[in-house]
């Protein structure tokens, strides 16, 4: 998505700091940024672990609240600058900035001890400024475009594999007994889950011998349906990457179309490929005083 600036002055240069990386000043604000994003996500995962909560929870708290700061100050910068704030609000970033920003201050009118459960969850939801960090990573919109490329048939995938999975744990349903562990079709459901991926808990095994064929034949299956979203994920990859480097316009004398992105003559035939613009070499051609006239 394309973002402009509000106007000329001051919300232009910070327009350009924020949103570009061509500029010493805006590398230095990347790089400021990225490590802010490492350190606030660093502190949050060390105040999990009980020991270091007790002994540094209010340094915690201090550095929490300061980088919450710094984003917030941050995310008003970038909707102050921008012509159409609303639109990065609506975008991908805007919305992980608005989900790493806005539990820090929901915390605050939380009330009382029943809302403990709560802000562990709202806590947890500052994680996702990691996926900030994908805003630096140039081929990141590759991988973006293939997810979108591919969600119809990784979604037909899935839907599959729960018609399979609902029909193997109903079937184990009737044949295992509820000692077993197969007290209900969710629960079966699990299980086939867990079997399917080969994960293989130990929690709920089949006791019959029936029960136990139709356990290898699940596993069977998953090992040769667990590459599927895989290969279809990486083809839009490469789909996303050959359109990103290459063009689609096709050569006006020979009709090849595989040509990188600003290339001037045709791989093959060699001939000129921009149509709007003349040949150099005809132009060349054109201006070389005539021989015969001399």
Request: neutral net charge.
């Amino acid at each position: 998505m394309h973002f402009s600036p509000a106007a000329e002055g001051l919300r232009t240069r910070i327009f350009h700091v924020i949103f570009e990386s061509d500029t010493p000043g805006a590398k230095a604000f990347d790089i400021a940024l990225i490590l802010a994003i490492l350190i606030s996500v660093a502190a949050l995962l060390l105040d999990s672990v009980d020991a270091y909560h007790q002994r540094f929870g209010d340094l915690f708290a201090y550095i929490e609240w300061g980088f919450t700061l710094v984003f917030t100050v941050e995310l008003a910068l970038r909707l102050y600058c921008l012509k159409k704030p609303w639109l990065y609000i609506k975008s991908f970033y805007g919305l992980v900035d608005l989900v790493a920003i806005v539990p820090a201050w929901l915390v605050l009118i939380v009330p009382g001890a029943q809302g403990l459960v709560l802000i562990r969850v709202l806590r947890a939801l500052r994680i996702f400024r990691i996926l900030r960090l994908m805003e630096f990573v140039s081929e990141g919109h590759l991988l973006i475009d293939a997810l979108k490329r591919s969600a119809r048939q990784i979604f037909l995938f899935f839907f599959s594999i729960l018609m399979v999975v609902t029909l193997f744990a109903s079937l184990m349903y009737t044949i295992e007994s509820p000692e077993a562990g197969f007290t209900s079709i969710p629960m079966s459901i699990y299980w086939a889950i867990v079997s399917m991926t080969t994960v293989g808990y130990g929690d709920i095994v089949p006791m019959t011998s029936v029960g136990k064929a139709i356990t290898v034949i699940l596993m069977l299956i998953g090992y040769s349906i667990i590459a599927v979203p895989t290969g279809v994920f990486s083809a839009q990859v490469i789909r996303s990457i050959r359109e990103e480097r290459y063009s689609e316009e096709a050569c006006p004398g020979c009709g090849h179309d595989r040509h990188e992105k600003g290339a001037y003559y045709c791989l093959r035939c060699g001939t000129w490929l921009d149509e709007n613009t003349q040949d150099p070499r005809k132009a060349h051609k054109h201006a070389s005083p005539d021989d015969s006239s001399e």
